[in-house]
């Protein structure tokens, strides 16, 4: 994908030439050096991009390496040669000024080649693109043994701090010194000194033997491996959101509908407005068969032969009330308002024996409370399951007991459910009902302090539940 | 083609150790305040073509060359090895297998 960005022209008097060329031959570089990419800059201007990067990408890389021309510029220095080694490629930058060639490839175990490669195309086009002189572009090569032998003896390994310049006050005395020396012989002798001072030059500068480039360029050898792209780092605010707004699709459908089926609610008014409406006893059983039909109540078969007190269709909704400070307060509220139900609870229970309770469960959570200060408190009791609710509670309870004892002692948990069952106004003896099983969990689960425990223990509560609701 | 300073250094922690050649403080100093400034631009680049791991720099000007390459295993009791030398601009690979 050869993109050329700018079609920069040059001449000399009506003599006018493209860069087009130049891409050209560049293109073919990268084809036979198999080069994962090219980048050619000029002025900080890229002239063209044969890269598998975006344009951004290749935007952003020739904005980083201005800044490494320009680093190296500023510091009085001119740059000729980088080379940066990456986990998953490397780059060779040549900077033959106002040119930069960049040559992206894969293995830094190639990069001898691929400098070959570099130094061999600007050799070629450096008097079309009035750069060095051929022998300038290429630079001698570095002999570290060659080097340290005619460098001074190894310090003593004397450790600095790295990226601080500590004062050297030894060195800069002895430096003073001589100085001092120099400039006296100097007034005595300028000549003599000067001659002095071009011997002791000669001999403390290390001559390096350096031998130029003689290799000829040879293909690199290079696996066709493509240079990786860079990596589209997903915002995690993107993926937050999603999961966010996933959950709170799915969560109030959980938790609320759980406990209290909005079809249930909506059947319930209208069964109470229905009943507030001078009607016979007839009319309001023939309503009440319509609440199984809207499938809140399960054991369906059971509502029509309950006989209903007339008292109940008087009753109002526990939301008229003043709304309770505390969750405790809220539950003695509507147990209180929930006393005419009583009736049709008692219907219930003859027709299960094993249930000896009558007392309503109570939402834990104010919006649970909310919800049931809406809703009439039988409706919920008529939520009854085929299975014995009873045992489901006791069974329930034995697991929140066996969980809770991971965290407390097996005691603590028993005590724990006991005060919280209180605190909501359910007596020994007395039961949850499966729909109340969560916001009672999550309640207990509020008294762990630790948040990874927690909401370890939530998610095995929800499991439990879920078991338990089956 | 003349060197006057050759040094190959060692980085521990935070301590540039002097392993061959002329290495006194200065020069450490100068290697560390090179090698952190040419670690900080490889780095944006590596960022800019989604390559985040590091693991040489070569720089060659025509005053002299600064190399240094991070150590590819425990084995090697270094952080990373570096190079410093002065005296004209090298073949950026040259430089880089010196630190081997």
Not at chain 1, 170 to 187: D, R, S, W
Not at chain 1, 264 to 291: C, F, M, Q, R, Y
Request: hydrophobic share 40%.
């Amino acid at each position: 994908m050869m993109r050329v960005l700018g079609r920069k022209k040059w001449g000399e008097g009506n003599e006018v030439a493209s860069y087009a060329p130049v891409l050209k031959a560049l293109s073919a570089l990268k084809r036979s050096s198999r080069l994962d990419g090219t980048v050619f800059i000029h002025e900080g201007i890229i002239l063209g991009t044969d890269t598998d990067l975006s344009d951004k990408q290749n935007s952003d890389f020739v904005r980083e390496i201005n800044a490494l021309v320009s680093q190296y510029r500023n510091g009085g220095r001119s740059l000729s040669r980088a080379l940066f080694g990456f986990d998953a490629g490397a780059v060779l930058i040549f900077h033959t000024a106002p040119f930069v060639l960049c040559l992206l490839f894969h293995r830094l175990e190639d990069a001898a080649e691929v400098e070959k490669s570099g130094e061999k195309f600007l050799q070629t086009w450096s008097k079309a693109l009035k750069i060095k002189q051929p022998d300038e572009i290429v630079l001698p090569l570095f002999d570290l043994q060659k080097a340290l032998a005619g460098s001074a003896a190894p310090v003593a390994a004397e450790d600095s701090i790295a990226g601080q310049s500590p004062e050297a006050p030894e060195v800069v005395a002895v430096v003073a010194v001589v100085a001092v020396v120099a400039v006296v012989a100097e007034v005595l002798d300028p000549v003599a000194a000067l001659e002095e001072s071009t011997l002791k030059e000669s001999a403390a500068a290390e001559v390096i033997e350096t031998s130029k480039t003689p290799d000829p360029v040879e293909p690199v050898m290079l696996t066709q491996t493509e240079l990786p792209l860079a990596m589209d780092i997903d915002l995690p605010g993107e993926d937050a959101e999603a999961k966010i707004s996933d959950e709170s699709k799915e969560e109030p459908t959980d938790i609320i509908g759980g406990e209290l089926a909005g079809e249930t609610i909506h059947e319930i008014e209208d069964l109470t407005e229905v009943e507030k409406e001078p009607t016979s006893d007839a009319a309001a059983v023939s309503d009440a068969g319509a609440v199984s039909d809207a499938g809140a109540v399960s054991d369906a078969g059971a509502v029509p032969e309950i006989e209903v007190d007339p008292e109940l269709t008087e009753s109002e909704p526990v939301g008229a009330e003043e709304a309770p400070s505390t969750e405790a307060e809220a539950v003695a509220l509507e147990v209180e308002a929930a006393s005419p139900p009583e009736v049709i609870v008692s219907a219930l229970y003859e027709s299960n024996p094993v249930v000896d309770s009558t007392t309503p469960e109570c939402a834990t959570t104010e919006s649970e409370t909310a919800e049931l200060s809406e809703t009439p408190i039988p409706d919920q009791l008529m939520n009854l399951s085929t299975s014995d609710p009873g045992e489901t509670w006791n069974s329930f309870r034995q697991k929140i007991e066996n969980l809770l004892s991971k965290v407390l002692g097996r005691a603590q948990a028993v005590r724990l459910i006991e005060r919280e069952l209180d605190a909501i106004g359910i007596e020994s003896g007395t039961y949850l009902l499966a729909p109340q099983f969560r916001p009672f969990g999550q309640k207990l689960m509020q008294k762990v302090k630790d948040k990874a425990l927690r909401n370890q223990l939530e998610m095995e509560l929800i499991a439990l539940i879920e078991a338990h609701q089956k | 083609m003349t060197t006057s300073l050759v040094s190959l250094l060692e980085v521990h922690g935070d301590r540039v150790v002097a392993v061959e050649g002329s290495g006194g403080e200065p020069t450490r100093a100068e290697f560390a305040r090179e090698a952190e400034g040419l670690h900080a631009r490889a780095y944006q680049i590596g960022a800019s073509l989604g390559m985040f791991a590091l693991s040489c720099c070569v720089a060659s000007d025509d005053t002299g060359g600064l190399a240094f390459r991070f150590a590819n295993s425990s084995a090697e009791k270094f952080d990373a090895r570096g190079l410093i030398v002065k005296g004209g601009p090298f073949h950026a690979t040259s430089l880089f297998e010196a630190t081997k």
